[in-house]
């Protein structure tokens, strides 16, 4: 290479590596300090509660850095299995199952699915890691008597229902039953979410 050439483009390279890192750097601060926030992230703990809301009545919601999905994630409506098991408390019931699922989990979602499956007399949605069936010590709740002719359409509407798409198959479409949770709850936060 001819060295008065060199001279001449040294500086032009100097200055487009100065600007190249000095842009690599800044998108890479830009994007940790978003991720280090952002309630989707999945690096980030989730809890879940039992709320009444004014429209849908008692909800299971998602709760992570203290941000709340706005979509719930469970509704519950029915009245169908006694006086004991009222929307309420079967609100109660459930998120509290949810909540010892995933501190077990360490309090990741990672590796964790609804499913359906039997569990004795009864078709019961649970949180498992696939290719585990349901058992009375995974089960979240049991089906209403309609439901369970359905479950595979029940898991669609809990997924729409995060992605604010009313019911939704695509994350069935595959044929396999298991709903992924990290998935479902990171769609509800990447929507909206509150305070």
């Not at 309420?88 to 979602?109: D, F, M």
């Not at 009313?166 to 595959?174: I, M, Q, R, V």
Request: charged share 15%; aromatic share 8%; net charge negative.
């Amino acid at each position: 290479m001819n060295p008065q050439y060199f001279w001449q483009v040294a500086p032009k390279l100097a200055t487009t590596f100065a600007l190249s890192a000095l842009m690599a750097c800044s998108t890479s601060t830009t994007t940790s300090t978003t991720t280090g926030t952002n309630p989707a992230n999945p690096s980030e703990k989730t809890e879940f509660l039992c709320v009444e809301d004014t429209q849908d009545g008692w909800i299971t919601i998602a709760q992570r850095n203290n941000l709340r999905t706005i979509k719930p994630l469970l509704v519950w409506q029915t009245t169908e299995f006694g006086d004991n098991w009222t929307p309420e408390n079967r609100c109660n019931h459930v998120t509290e199952k949810l909540n010892k699922a995933v501190g077990n989990n360490n309090g990741y979602l990672s590796n964790l699915a609804l499913t359906y499956g039997p569990v004795g007399n009864y078709t019961v949605i649970c949180v498992a890691t696939s290719p585990e069936t349901c058992t009375t010590n995974n089960m979240l709740f049991t089906l209403k008597q309609d439901n369970a002719q359905k479950p595979q359409e029940v898991l669609a509407t809990i997924a729409g229902f995060a992605k604010n798409q009313g019911s939704d198959n695509t994350l069935l479409e595959s044929g396999n039953s298991y709903l992924l949770l990290e998935d479902l709850v990171d769609g509800a936060f990447s929507s909206e979410t509150r305070l």
